[in-house]
Nanobody, 127 residues
C-alpha cells in the first residue's frame, strides 16, 4: 500500500509563492510518475503538472506555465510543486498523485492513470 501526504498549503496574497510537498511511504517509490491536480469549489478536478520518474518528461497545464514548477527528490520519496506569482484563481485543494502505469503524452494529464492519491492540501490566494 502506498500513502501520499501533502503539505505546504495555506493562505497567501496574490503574487506570493508557496511550495507544496508530497511525501510517499509504503511500497517502493521507484518508477512511478508523479502529478499534481487541483479542485476548486464546485469545479471538476483539473490537471496541474506531471513529472516522469527519470524527470525526462514534464507536463504543465497552460494556466500554470511559467509560474509553477514540479520537481522530485527520488532519494527522499518526495515530489514538490513550487508555485510562484499565485493568482486568486489558483485557489483550490491540491492533490498529489502517482502512477504505476507511467503515462506519457496526453494521458499524463488525466486522473485515470494515477492509482495513488493524497488527501489534499488547501491553497487559498487572496486578492
Amino acid at each position: 500500500q502506498v500513502q501520499l501526504v501533502e503539505s505546504g498549503g495555506g493562505l497567501v496574497q496574490a503574487g506570493g509563492s508557496l511550495r507544496l510537498s508530497c511525501a510517499a511511504s509504503g511500497r517502493a517509490f521507484t518508477n512511478r510518475h508523479a502529478a499534481w491536480f487541483r479542485q476548486a469549489p464546485e469545479k471538476e478536478r483539473e490537471f496541474v503538472a506531471a513529472l516522469s520518474w527519470f524527470r525526462d518528461s514534464t507536463y504543465y497545464a497552460d494556466s500554470v506555465v511559467g509560474r509553477f514548477t514540479i520537481s522530485r527528490d527520488n532519494a527522499k520519496n518526495t515530489v514538490y510543486l513550487q508555485m510562484d506569482t499565485l493568482k486568486p484563481e489558483d485557489t483550490a485543494i491540491y492533490y498529489c498523485a502517482q502512477s504505476s502505469f507511467r503515462p506519457i503524452g496526453s494521458p499524463a494529464r488525466l486522473p485515470g492513470p494515477y492509482d495513488y492519491w493524497g488527501q489534499g492540501t488547501q491553497v487559498t490566494v487572496s486578492s
